[in-house]
């Protein structure tokens, strides 16, 4: 079984789903499997440190699976393995590339030499345009609802927008954790969709049992948006931890990042403490409970494995569109 539309014939992958990249949470495992699945596999090359273990884990799932596999390239300043890591990805065979927070234009080149696709995080159509322009592949639409750096436009809007104004592929992105989601997103007229949440409750994910237990447990309601993570307002699971540091920057701080002339070097910073807070509460047991996660945490009921979490998406996919209700005129036809 397949599904056949511009980006499964883009891809050449069997199914429009991509295992998103998660920072600290998706693995060699999740990448394999998903692939392997019919999927794309995902990860950040930075979930990987340093450079060099990024290459081997390269290395490693490319014995494993022959299948479209792809890595998430920060491209901005904070990141100082942006050239390497996108050597390494290529000198792998990587199909695909997604790029967050930045210019990606020398993804783009470097990816088109060696026939890669680059598909971009946007959440709103002035940056679908401009990475267009420099000749992505495609765009993430990011929406409201999804984890981490969520956008602020409803997937209800956002898809369809993007879709009137672009002409590369769009795959959504915000609160999708099931195949009734995905229709909906492919009936707006998304080509794929991006899948984080749904994978942090799975079987493969080498991170605390606890943060799967709370994404399994929490509801839309628990997810809140803080700037104390990276600076910049980011999807979490509301803990106890969360409630008591706040989801503000402290007034200096945020005065440091908003200047123009302090900003270049407060930044960093914030992102740096920000994914220390990370990796510890992802990775081990602690007080200190910072779970990134999107809406979909409600969607999410049990942990399993991703090629069951895949299947399950095909299943309920197709469940779907046979269960929608026609009009008379096209029963007619």
């Not at 429009?16 to 699945?37: G, Q, R, T």
Request: charged fraction near 25%; include cysteine.
């Amino acid at each position: 079984m397949s599904i056949t539309n511009e980006f499964t014939q883009l891809m050449k992958c069997d199914y429009p789903i991509i295992a998103a990249p998660m920072f600290l949470v998706s693995n060699e495992d999740m990448v394999v499997e998903s692939s392997e699945a019919g999927a794309i596999g995902a990860f950040p090359s930075l979930n990987f440190r340093p450079a060099e273990e990024f290459a081997k884990a390269l290395k490693r799932i490319r014995e494993r699976t022959k299948k479209p596999i792809c890595v998430n390239i920060i491209v901005n300043k904070s990141n100082p393995r942006q050239t390497p890591d996108i050597k390494a990805s290529l000198d792998h065979g990587v199909d695909l590339f997604i790029t967050s927070l930045g210019n990606p234009k020398d993804v783009i080149k470097e990816a088109h030499k060696n026939g890669a696709k680059v598909f971009c995080d946007v959440t709103n159509l002035e940056h679908g345009k401009k990475v267009q322009d420099l000749g992505a592949d495609g765009v993430i639409a990011v929406g409201s609802g999804a984890g981490g750096h969520a956008g602020p436009i409803s997937p209800l809007v956002l898809i369809p927008w993007l879709k009137s104004e672009l002409t590369i592929p769009i795959a959504a992105a915000g609160g999708i954790a099931s195949g009734r989601q995905m229709a909906a997103a492919l009936a707006l007229g998304a080509s794929a969709v991006s899948v984080g949440t749904r994978f942090i409750a799975c079987t493969e994910a080498k991170i605390d049992q606890n943060y799967k237990k709370a994404v399994v447990d929490s509801t839309p309601e628990d997810i809140v948006l803080t700037s104390k993570v990276s600076g910049t307002p980011a999807a979490v699971i509301n803990t106890p931890y969360v409630k008591k540091m706040g989801t503000e920057l402290p007034w200096l701080v945020k005065k440091l990042k908003d200047n123009k002339y302090s900003k270049q070097y407060i930044t960093p910073l914030i992102h740096l403490a920000g994914m220390k807070t990370l990796e510890k509460a992802a990775t081990k047991s602690s007080w200190k409970e910072v779970w990134s996660a999107g809406q979909s945490v409600g969607l999410v009921h049990d942990i399993k494995p991703c090629r069951e979490i895949i299947e399950e998406f095909i299943k309920d996919y197709e469940k779907t569109l046979a269960e929608m209700p026609r009009s008379s005129v096209a029963e007619s036809k």
